[in-house]
């Protein structure tokens, strides 16, 4: 399976490296672009200061740019936070897009989006301040008339980003979890 990995608000950090090697290692052939033009940061709040001047059109053209060669064949769209509004994004306007994967993020769903059954799986913290319950019960009704079979997984008391151990949101059990699960989701599709 190809899968294109977006990265959070930090940029692409080890954490994200890690992971691909994690999907590779299940058998996936993983690519990972760097959004950010080599820029990490050390805050989500200098990471939406840089999302913000690089602009949410360029950070979608950067993406496409960077799926374009891969997307004959179909793709999984996976990615972190911010890298999950842009992979949900690209996966709700490729016919060809076999899956996504969302780790703590989700996007606004654009008006007339329609996929054929895509299959969509959702990691997010519980409570999670960027993804609160009223908003993922909307997201979750708009994706699913979309088309979109959509699974969510919730993690108590886990923090946002909780799947890198480089920050303090990280909880071990609930990223062993969530890659077990997700590496399942992938091995159906």
Do not use: C
Request: aromatic share 8%; no cysteine; proline share 5%.
């Amino acid at each position: 399976m190809d899968i294109m990995l977006f990265h959070s608000a930090y940029g692409l950090r080890p954490a994200v490296h890690a992971a691909a090697d994690r999907l590779r290692e299940a058998g996936h052939q993983v690519h990972v672009p760097d959004l950010f033009g080599g820029q990490t940061v050390e805050s989500v709040e200098v990471g939406r200061e840089l999302q913000d001047k690089i602009g949410t059109d360029e950070l979608l053209r950067r993406a496409i740019l960077a799926a374009a060669p891969h997307s004959d064949e179909g793709l999984v769209y996976a990615g972190f936070s911010l890298g999950g509004s842009i992979a949900q994004n690209l996966a709700l306007g490729d016919e060809k897009a076999r899956g996504l994967l969302l780790l703590h993020g989700t996007s606004d769903i654009a008006a007339g989006a329609a996929v054929d059954e895509l299959p969509v799986q959702l990691h997010v913290a519980d409570p999670d301040p960027f993804e609160p319950h009223d908003w993922l019960s909307a997201w979750y009704l708009q994706m699913q008339r979309a088309g979109a079979d959509v699974e969510i997984y919730r993690y108590p008391g886990a923090g946002h980003l909780y799947t890198d151990p480089e920050l303090p949101d990280y909880d071990e059990a609930a990223a062993e979890l969530t890659w077990r699960t997700a590496i399942g989701f992938l091995a159906t599709l």
